[in-house]
């Protein structure tokens, strides 16, 4: 319809109750109100609180999450790290000025994780408080016209009307709606739980966040050799390998030692296919611990693969296991200059294995060996030894020395089961024109230069221990079961209006019911709800649905 203009009335005057306006340019457009500094924040607190926000927000915090499993992260794998920096120093500086190495403790990643927090809470905290209003309002009054809304059945049924509200209000009860009576009509309502549980999911989401960024902060993570005899003591100084969350402090190691009796690994032999030999395959690893808390009392314990202890708040993994050879050396004057056992890390089936010693006093000069132990030597045709089998039937061990300084004296720290050789002098194997010594267990030989001896004296095992504190478990447990039932909830329970309106019929002999329904977002299977109501209430008055509007059933459910 075409607007209204001043010629459409006789004396060229405005619609009478409209106000004059003054002229505008051509072309000008409506003025739009200006927001001001507090209505920007309203704006934006209402974008960063919508639930599109969060979501966006959830998706990138898992993008961000993707740089620290790309990369080795300097709390978690600081080796790794300085590795990188080696290979390559030109991509390092800038994976490194944008904190990829720091990946969780970034300020971007920091940054997404917090907005994602408040964003969350504001969500929440608006809806919980509407959500708890509607728990506590009355259903909404009846429609006039129920015949528009789904799953609408009319009946006729003896009785009086109140006769048939009271039994439609006990039906409604039965079936778990809250109900209220309207003159002569009930309004039913059933489902709030559908909020509630997304209320709960969405809170348990905020748990999971909070749990990880607060609790998680305590946590750490140590590894520690520990060889059979020995005894590790939960301190700081002793671990091998150590990394902490930014609140940890010293005070928060729990005082526990723990005590290696013996280490045993059972081993079968498999044919290898595509060689055609037999191969070890392990079948299982023990250790067997001591573990004295700071009462004093001492338990033992066995630590298997896959299957940690507890101990005072922190979990115990058996993460690995070799062979610790006692090598003693002495000087030309017999004295023991060293005398210890040395863990050789495993370097395949068999565990050949490698191992590193360092003599930095003692001997005239220093001295470093690198060492390769075979647990069931045999000699290869090319004169090479090489293991058979990863048990100690034939235990070999094979040693080059290095003479020169091994950097132990610049306050540096070196990584203990690594030799740099690079400005140290080799005197024995390689092209020195001198053979390895070679030292079967109990054996010794002479050292070059008439420095001393070294003896292979004893042969314990050794078990890499992983020491893992994580104050979020539970929290993070107790949140992930509640988001998932809180989930199931809001998926499953179905948010439905009912109402049953009735009148006396018009020879004042009987009552006239309607029935109809009303879903809170998608309900398929709201017109049969109706109809249960329905049946179940003139089941119990002798009453039916009436024929007529059957046949009016259909167009209206389609609506």
């Known amino acids: ?37 507090v209505g920007w924040g309203r704006f934006l607190w209402r974008q960063l609180t919508s639930m599109r926000t969060a979501l966006v927000l959830l998706l990138l915090l898992a993008v961000a999450a993707i740089p620290g499993s790309l990369v080795p992260q300097r709390s978690s794998n600081p080796n790794g790290v300085v590795q990188f920096r080696r290979d390559d120093p030109e991509l390092f500086e800038i994976l490194d000025a944008l904190q990829l190495f720091d990946t969780f403790t970034s300020v971007w990643f920091s940054a997404i994780y917090l ?12 809806r919980t408080a509407h959500h708890w209003k509607a728990l506590r309002s009355r259903p909404p009054k009846t429609p006039a016209r129920l015949n528009r809304l789904v799953g ?24 778990r709606f809250r109900v209220e009576r309207y003159g002569n009509s009930l309004s039913a309502e059933r489902g709030y739980l559908r909020e509630t549980g997304n209320l709960v999911f969405h809170a348990a989401l905020i748990g999971v966040l909070g749990t990880v960024g607060l609790a998680g902060g305590f946590g750490y993570n140590g590894q520690k050799v520990i060889v059979e005899g020995q005894t590790f003591v939960n301190q700081l100084t002793t671990y091998d390998s150590f990394s902490a969350s930014r609140f940890f402090s010293d005070a928060r190691l729990d005082p526990f030692s723990m005590r290696l009796d013996e280490f045993d690994a059972v081993f079968e032999a498999a044919l290898d296919e595509t060689r055609g030999t037999l191969i070890a395959q392990p079948l299982d690893y023990t250790a067997s611990v001591t573990i004295t808390e700071a009462d004093g009392e001492s338990v033992q314990r066995d630590i298997k693969v896959n299957a940690p202890i507890d101990i005072a708040g922190v979990r115990a993994y058996l993460l690995g296991n070799g062979f610790a050879p006692v090598i003693t050396v002495r000087n030309a004057d017999g004295d023991v200059v060293f005398d210890e056992s040395v863990a050789f890390l495993p370097q395949d089936s068999n565990l050949t294995s490698l191992g590193i010693i360092k003599l930095p006093d003692g001997l005239p000069d ?18 090479a030894l090489a293991s058979i089998w990863p048990q100690p039937d034939n235990p070999v061990v094979t040693l080059n020395l290095f003479v020169g300084d091994l950097g132990l004296d610049d306050g540096v720290p070196r990584n203990a089961y690594a030799l740099d050789v690079d400005d140290l002098e080799q005197l024995t194997g390689g ?77 004042g002999q009987g009552v006239r019911l309607r029935y109809a329904g009303l879903a809170h977002g998608d309900d398929p299977n709201l017109d049969d709800a109706v109809d249960r109501l329905a049946t179940e209430h003139l089941s119990g008055l002798g009453g039916a649905l009436s024929p007529v509007d059957e046949r009016a059933l259909a167009p209206a459910s389609s609506q």
């Open 366 to 383: 220093q001295v470093g060996m690198i060492g390769f132990f075979y647990p069931s030597a045999i000699q290869l045709d090319s004169g």
């Open 431 to 507: 092209e020195t024109g001198n053979d390895s010594i070679i030292l079967g267990l109990g054996q010794s030989a002479e050292l070059p230069n008439g420095w001393g001896t070294v003896e292979f004296t004893a042969l314990p095992r050794f078990v890499s221990i992983d020491f893992h504190h994580d104050p979020t478990q539970a929290g993070v447990l107790i949140s992930s079961v509640l988001a998932i039932a809180g989930l199931i909830v809001s998926l499953f329970v179905p948010r439905r209006r009912m109402w049953i309106a009735a009148e006396q019929g018009a020879d």
């Open 152 to 175: 609408y059945r009319e009946a006729d049924a003896p009785g009086s009307v109140e006769d048939a509200l009271a039994a439609g209000e006990a039906v409604l009860r039965r079936q």
């Open 115 to 126: 907005l994602l927090f408040v964003s969350l809470i504001g969500c929440i905290i608006p």
């Open 1 to 37: 319809m075409e607007p209204l203009r001043p010629s459409d009335y006789d004396d060229g005057s405005a619609p009478t109750g409209t106000a004059e306006r003054p002229d505008r340019a051509s072309g000008d457009g409506p003025t739009q109100p200006r927001l001001g500094v």
